[in-house]
């Protein structure tokens, strides 16, 4: 008899591996498209603490807004967080 199992695999797994490979503590650069919405941006920026550089550049048209946000992560894992967190944000790119 054949089992075959179906591992749940995280969205996330390869960047951790990738992620996993740096030496930390370690500057790690996001970046995010939002809808240009005043609630998706909060939610976005409120992640991150004042140390963390920010910065925003619109679309052509103005309808989404590109957040790149730079801070020193302590770990791998801070920065999966962070991840997961933004990706239960409808609408928003991760890259």
């Known amino acids: ?38 609630e998706k941006i909060a939610l976005v920026t409120s992640l991150f603490d004042e140390n963390t550089e920010i910065g925003f ?7 989404y807004l590109s957040i790149s946000a730079k801070e020193v992560a302590l770990n791998a894992q801070s920065i999966i967080e962070k991840y997961e967190k933004v990706s239960k944000i409808k609408g928003i790119i991760t890259l």
């Open 1 to 38: 008899m054949l089992v075959a199992y179906i591992c749940k695999v995280n969205q996330f797994d390869n960047l951790r591996i990738q992620l996993e490979l740096l030496e930390w503590p370690n500057i790690y650069l996001y970046k995010f498209i939002v809808p240009n919405e005043n």
């Open 57 to 63: 550049l619109p679309s052509g048209k103005g309808n």
